[in-house]
């Protein structure tokens, strides 16, 4: 099987590579880059991607599955399809599953089911059995069974004690410690606190609830030497709590969403339900202190908290209805047209943000454009105007803030283990 | 001159002719209400649903009330709690609501922004009963009337809300109409009681109640809600009576001419003392009646709006 992309924008930070070529796949691998003759080339696919990009397959380190437990809000295969669709050629999926990823048979259940799939799905496992923050999980057996990182997402480690344990515990194998981090006893509400909560006389949950556990688990971090990675940082002040301790050589990361660094909290006025998240989406000022540490590097990579729900429990009374929103197929346009079209980062920088760095979180291989490589690609087009729709998505739910929402920036393909997603759908490359 | 919107989904920016005209209508009502016959046929033939997800008897039985006084029909639905433990979703109760053909629904709801969603799956005319700690606009109307009946305006009035305005649906409302109506507004009750950048709408904050009383020709205490848990935002009801209660000597202390509001129910020896309760100082009981007339006129308004 041959496949030759004619006219890309070969683009990869990591070797500095940055060159306009074309480039020949055989049965998956990279086969040669260059000003290749078509003609010389027999039995040759041929795809014309003249001004498109093509850079190392992009990677989201925080999405949710749903399976087990919820198939009908999404599954593996479904999720999959859509990070494929969204340009993603691998995934990181959180543990909060019933039953939660704290044992090797759930770890094995999903990559049984992600096998067969373009995208590679890289399980999360849980901190504390049954993600209750009282007992470690088997953190070997899930080492062991795939497992790439540790969370109790959807909640915060408990304990500082069991914290503490638990990234002692993950030195053993350099495991990251992924922190959903929320002071429960400060976040019994239902959006930022803030002058906009106060006007829609909604339970509100302060940006200190998020600090508070950032600070915690950043001298937690330094006493054992661990490493922990801050998901979706929401919050200015826990921005400047990484920042501070990356100077101190801390082994401190973090992720911010789209939404966080797109939405203020005044898009709640219309107590859609699209727009409750768990961190809340914040002030003005947290919105542009997420650019900042986007530019400045304290954070490190962008991931979407894809978090699909059933319309039902969505369309809910405010306070009542789930937290959380899908983001696998919304994330690369709304990168490109926040972050890139904005001028707060160029398009190395999202490389590195949306493929290179989340995947040196978890200690996984970085795809290399090289001849010779497996050929683990996402070509997009960063100046495609499209409008946002989501009765078009592949995920099986649509939650989203952003229907309807015109964009710029799309995934044209992404290739992966021999196979290419095109045109919705896949073929052999 | 109709109302500006077909719904009262709350008083923020709602215009001050709109206030106006629903204060003046409510005057006419008012009048209703002493004849014999305390009944007009302005709305008959409407049909109106009381949607009511939390208790509150006082308040439904002034809108039903207010509906009987108008001729309307009048069915009530009343469920606590959250519909998604109880089966049926919300969106279906109002799409089974729908089905029975209502020309308007007055809903109470514990969750803020439910009547604005409302307006999003239902034609109806929508009229806020208090949703969450948001909003509760027929009550700031109320006691807007209340205030003008008896002090003659509104129009340079000092008002300060009292108590737990955190958790108050008639804060917000009273805020937004008396700035709206040109009077002073502030807010007098504990820190851990006074949301969040509150004074960004134009109001004053005290935690000294003498100095309340004693510069405000009005005083709209709220309730202390007794159920909220104990210590969390006061350390407990009789600090609060002693620091921020209104008592007689105080009043007499301070500012015998002031007026005191109270949306009610009152937990006597809490936001208020037994004499201040019953006392010449307070209009509570005429903001009762005074609620059927705003009410009548609300839906008179809206249900005949073209
Ligand atoms: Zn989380």
């Not at chain 1, 088997?138 to 997402?153: H, K, Q, W």
């Not at chain 2, 909003?135 to 737990?164: F, N, W």
């Not at chain 2, 969040?196 to 100095?211: A, F, S």
């Amino acid at each position: 099987m041959k496949s030759l992309f004619k006219g890309l924008n070969l683009l990869d930070p990591e070797q500095n590579l940055n060159l306009q070529a074309d480039l020949l796949i055989e049965d998956g691998i990279i086969k040669s880059i260059g000003d290749i003759n078509q003609k010389e080339i027999q039995d040759c696919e041929v795809f014309d991607f003249t001004g498109m990009y093509c850079v190392p397959g992009l990677f989201d380190m925080h999405v949710h599955l749903r399976e087990p437990g919820r198939e009908d809000e999404e599954t593996v295969q479904t999720g999959c399809n859509a990070a494929a669709a969204g340009g993603f050629t691998g995934v990181a999926c959180m543990p909060n599953t019933s039953p939660a990823i704290d044992s090797a048979e759930v770890i094995n259940l999903i990559l049984g089911k992600a096998k067969n799939h373009l995208v590679d799905v890289f399980p999360v496992g849980a901190v504390t059995s049954g993600r209750k923050g009282e007992g470690l999980a088997p953190i070997f057996e899930l080492v062991e069974a795939g497992a790439v990182a540790f969370s109790d997402d959807g909640t915060v480690v408990k304990t500082s004690s069991i914290l503490r344990s638990a990234m002692e515990y993950c030195l053993m194998f350099g495991s990251t410690i992924i922190e959903h981090c929320e002071d429960e006893s400060m976040a019994d509400g239902a959006m930022n606190e803030s002058f906009t909560s106060t006007q829609l006389g909604l339970p509100s949950i302060p940006t200190i609830a998020e600090d508070i556990i950032v600070a915690r688990d950043i001298l937690v971090a330094e006493y054992t030497g661990g490493k922990i990675h801050i998901a979706h940082i929401s919050s200015k002040k826990s921005v400047e709590l990484v920042r501070e301790a990356k100077k101190k050589g801390i082994k401190v990361t973090c992720e911010v969403t789209p939404h966080h660094f797109s939405l203020n909290d005044e898009y709640v006025k219309n107590f859609d339900t699209n727009y409750k998240m768990n961190p809340p989406l914040r002030t003005q000022a947290d919105v542009e202190a997420m650019i900042e540490g986007l530019k400045d590097g304290t954070i490190d990579c962008i991931a979407s908290d894809h978090a699909p729900h059933s319309i039902e429990e969505k369309e809910m009374e405010f306070i009542y209805a789930p937290n959380g929103i899908i983001g696998l197929e919304t994330q690369l346009a709304l990168v490109i047209s926040e972050l890139y079209l904005k001028k707060h980062l160029t398009l190395p920088q999202i490389v590195e943000k949306l493929s290179i760095n989340p995947r040196k979180i978890l200690g996984l291989n970085i795809p290399k454009i090289s001849e010779g490589e497996n050929a683990n690609l996402t070509i997009f087009d960063p100046a495609k105007i499209w409008t946002i729709d989501i009765n078009q998505f592949k995920s099986k739910s649509r939650n989203s803030p952003f229907d309807k929402k015109l964009v710029t920036g799309k995934s044209i393909a992404v290739i992966n283990k021999g196979k290419m997603y095109f045109e919705n759908s896949f073929r052999l490359v | 001159m109709p109302l500006s919107s077909r719904h009262l989904l709350g008083l923020q920016g709602v215009p001050k002719e709109d206030i106006q005209l629903i204060l003046d209508t409510a005057t006419t009502f008012r009048e209703v209400l002493e004849r014999p016959i305390k009944k007009v046929p302005t709305l008959q033939g409407k049909t109106i649903c009381n949607l009511f997800f939390e208790n509150s008897t006082r308040t439904r039985l002034s809108f039903e009330l207010a509906q009987k006084r108008l001729s309307a029909d009048t069915i009530n639905f009343t469920k606590s709690g959250s519909s998604a433990s109880k089966g049926e979703t919300f969106k279906d109760t109002v799409k089974n609501i729908e089905a029975m053909k209502v020309d308007m629904i007055v809903v109470r709801h514990e969750s803020s922004g439910v009547p604005h969603y409302l307006t999003r799956i239902s034609n109806a005319n929508i009229i806020n009963a208090g949703d969450g700690r948001h909003e509760h606009p027929t009550q700031a109307l109320l006691d807007m009337y209340s205030i003008r009946e008896r002090l003659g305006k509104i129009d340079g009035l000092k008002v300060c809300i009292v108590g737990d305005i955190a958790h108050s649906r008639v804060a917000l409302s009273n805020i937004y109409g008396l700035i709206s109506l040109g009077a002073k507004v502030s807010l007098c009750g504990p820190a851990t009681m006074i949301p969040k950048d509150i004074q960004r709408l134009g109001v004053t904050i005290t935690h000294n109640i003498d100095e309340a009383i004693a510069n405000n020709d009005v005083l709209n205490v709220l309730r202390i809600q007794l159920e909220r848990k104990a210590g969390t935002n006061i350390p407990t009801l009789r600090e609060y009576h002693n620091y921020f209660g209104i008592t007689s000597e105080r009043i007499k202390k301070n500012n015998p001419d002031v007026l005191i509001l109270h949306p009610g129910p009152i937990n006597r020896g809490v936001e208020l003392s037994s004499e201040v309760a019953d006392g010449p100082f307070q209009i509570i009981l005429d903001q009762v009646t005074n609620g059927v007339a705003i009410r009548m006129a609300v839906l008179y308004l809206l249900g005949t709006r073209p």
